[in-house]
């Protein structure tokens, strides 16, 4: 198995962004534009390997934006993020020309028209004369970059630990609304933000799919699913915890939760529909004795600087290429499970594993792999 290092440094970052600047102009040509604007936070933060463009968050314009033509590349901001950008992004030294305007003023369009002329150019936000450039740049995201597995690996890895150290110091009578502000506590330190919370004690996780934490107290039984982010690249973890010995039925039905995931998994292959994957989950639950369960939830699909770049259906469907993320979340209602991978040449590459739960030993397409199981306490 190929061994990912990950390099912050300037030298390696402007490597990647060279890589992805021939990408952007390869597609320039291929779509007879002039240039790319990107806008976005997570094509941001692609396109400058790592950049962070976010003030506040949870919104979808960053405060720098992107300018990229057949020959240079610009960065657009404000004074306020001018000197932070040279200081701490070093965006400068990434190849980006940096373009300011002070706060008050409104710039962005005019230094475009400056830069494009009368040529046509592509947009990730709505924008006068602009074609829509969302899907083309996700193309260019899928298949990622080795700084960007190793990258994607040093995620997973803290964020694995640190959410399953959280869990096991949770005790019957914590609030759901508490845990999340424990988990959240552990990652900022690490410099992973949190995009997504899901948690559920007992009779919540059966009845909802999307349980937004509440006051709710954990009696016996509690789901956490979070989805964390670092340096644009985002991943998600599902997991359960159980006090006292659950029943049998609970167990197994935990363990077909997996099995469907690992099928999903194992039909997921470079050159391959991904539409597979969707279906192997459909027959999965027929076969294991839930036939209509999969219509309750989506099944999962690609991700990497979002969430999801979309779901997986009969009509919407894509080939899967090398080093492209993927994440699936086969439920059942009380059960659900959620680990996201990279498919390499050398077969899945798990970005989120088990650390101090429990392992369910699985091998997936010749490769050995590690799924958590549920983490009983006293």
């Known amino acids: ?5 990950m390099d912050n440094s300037i030298e390696a970052r402007r490597q990647e962004v060279e890589e992805k600047l021939a990408r952007v102009r390869k597609m320039l040509d291929e779509q007879k534009l002039t240039a790319l604007y990107i806008a976005k936070c997570e094509g941001f933060a692609w396109i400058t390997a790592g950049a962070d463009s976010i003030i506040t968050r949870y919104v979808e314009s960053g405060c720098v934006s992107a300018l990229i033509t057949k020959d240079k590349c610009y960065a657009i901001t404000n004074n306020i993020e001018y000197q932070r950008f040279l200081d701490e992004e070093k965006i400068d030294q990434l190849g980006f020309e940096l373009l300011s305007q002070y706060w008050y003023e409104d710039k962005t369009m005019g230094y475009i028209k400056d830069i494009v002329g009368d040529g046509a150019w592509a947009s990730d936000v709505p924008m006068p004369g602009a074609v829509d450039a969302n899907k083309l740049i996700s193309l260019m995201q899928y298949s990622l970059l080795d700084n960007e597995i190793a990258r994607y690996l040093h995620l ?28 959240n ?21 059966y009845k909802y799919r999307h349980p937004i934490p509440t006051d709710n107290k954990i ?3 509690m789901m956490v699913c979070c989805n964390a982010r670092y340096k644009g690249l985002i991943t998600k973890i599902t997991r ?5 010995k ?19 998994i194992a039909a997921t292959k470079i050159g391959s529909d991904n539409l597979l994957a969707y279906q192997a989950a459909v027959s999965s639950y027929k076969e294991m004795g839930y036939p209509e369960m999969w219509k309750n939830h989506h099944q999962g699909g690609p991700q990497g600087y979002t969430n999801g770049y979309y779901l997986i259906t009969p009509d919407m469907h894509e080939t899967v290429v090398e080093n492209q993320c993927y994440c699936y979340n086969p439920s059942i209602t009380g059960t659900k499970t959620e680990d996201a991978f990279i498919v390499t040449t050398d ?3 798990m970005i989120t594993k088990p650390v101090s739960f429990p392992k369910i030993e699985a091998e997936i397409n010749g490769v050995k792999v590690e799924r958590p199981g549920i983490l009983v306490m006293d």
């Open 1 to 5: 198995m190929k061994s990912y290092v």
């Open 156 to 183: 997973g890895e803290v964020f694995s630990r640190e959410l399953e150290e959280v869990l096991a110091n949770v005790r019957p009578g914590d609030v759901e609304l508490d845990i999340v502000g424990r988990i």
């Open 185 to 205: 506590n552990a990652l900022w330190k690490h410099n992973i933000d949190t995009v997504l919370y899901l948690v559920a004690g007992d009779q919540r996780i």
């Open 219 to 221: 009696d016996r039984y």
């Open 240 to 244: 359960f915890i159980h006090f006292g």
């Open 246 to 264: 659950p029943d049998d039925a609970l167990v197994k039905q935990y363990a077909d939760t997996v099995e469907i995931e690992n099928r999903m």
């Open 347 to 349: 077969g899945p590459v």
